[in-house]
């Protein structure tokens, strides 16, 4: 028998995977596009439904960035409104754990468990930059290595919160005192239906690995491969004795992309046309300008690499976090155009966009399983490259496949995002 997987529905807007030229691509703001999404998801028995967000258009040699999105509303907003056109669905909101405070945040979230009937998750996120923090009060005085040190502490005053009701429905005041909050008080929202709504951590770096293992009930993570997947999978789950948890307690489950096609060949023709759409030539110069750290617009898309080494720290993207050294992914860049004969586009689509699990319906649903049958994850957050039809596909003809050999369920058993996720209702700490 195959294991149970769970699957997740990321809205497309604020990453390079989004295909906005698409004419079948639609608004990012208006709410009949989250409402196409999550009733699509819903349809498909997922786990729940998430959001991303960004406090801060980013920049690009001083202009947007032409891949943000400009008017992405409200996270938690756009899901109190969702909780009344789904049932089961659950609703995950990714807020900033740097740039707001516990009573406020655990008050909003235990709202939307309360309307959603027990649906609600948060994606903890930080941020340590003063780009971001100029948009708030404190600005970016946020050391970078203290920001999982505050969004701990922030993570177990919210659950302290959310323990000041006991589970018959009695209030009882709070009192935290810590190095980053200090604060005492009462509690205006009684527990909610699933005790605590969820807790999704993303992070792949040692810091957030450690934090998800502590304090997470679901890590958002990638990994290209299956053999990266496995050694992902078994480090992380590793690191939960230590916090006396169990290894089901954390689902593991990476962000993917999918292409399908009638054929495993066809699929791959669409998925090669998809990198194209997404790395235009304007958009390889941005990608290489952002790991290069410097003004390539004299330069041409179809032509070779620049020859200039990279600039550190240049400043000319803000708000962009640069994955991996500058040195040394230009000179892979370098060596795979080379041995490859590719132009300078060329090698961005080679190298920044391939997708996860591409070929037909039946070729994906056997890669999907077998990820989670390999323990490489327990299931998968599917980040659809269109708005919002970008999952039609998956759950119409990928999705009943998995139902049919047992390794996606049916038929919701439960009406709580954690009773989909198997994990039990916390304890109640009062």
Known sequence: MARTMHLAAHFPGVNATTVWADPRSRSQIDFSSFVHLARTAERGKFDFFFLAEGLRLREHNGRVHDLDVVGRPE?????????????????????????????ELARRLATLDHLSAGRAAWNVVTSSDAFTGENFRRGGYLDRADRYTRAAEFVATARELWDSWTPGGESRPFAHEGEQFTISGEFTVP????????????????????????AADIIFTRHGTLEAGRDFYADVKARLA????????????????????????????????????????QNAILAAEQLWGRDLSAYDPDGPLPEVDPVLDSGLVKGRVLHGDPVGVVARWRAISEAKGLSLRQTVIETTTRQSFIGSPRTVAAELTAFVDERAADGFILVPHLTPGGLDDFVDRVVPLLQESG????????????????????????
């Open 242 to 281: 230590a916090y006396g948890r169990e290894p089901d307690d954390l689902k593991i489950m990476p962000g993917v992309t999918v292409v399908i096609g009638d054929t495993d060949a066809e699929a791959q023709e669409r998925a090669y046309e998809i990198r194209r759409q997404q790395v235009s030539p």
């Open 407 to 430: 390794a996606f369920r049916s038929e919701y058993s439960g009406s709580t995002l954690r009773s989909h996720l198997g994990l039990a209702e916390p304890v109640w700490k009062g």
């Open 191 to 214: 527990r909610s239906p699933q005790g605590h709504p969820v807790v999704i951590q993303a992070g792949d770096s040692g810091e957030g690995r450690e934090f998800a293992a502590s």
């Open 75 to 103: 996270s938690l907003t756009v899901l109190n409104a969702l909780a009344a056109v789904t049932d089961r669905l659950g609703l995950a909101a990714t807020v900033n754990a740097t740039f707001n405070e516990p009573y």
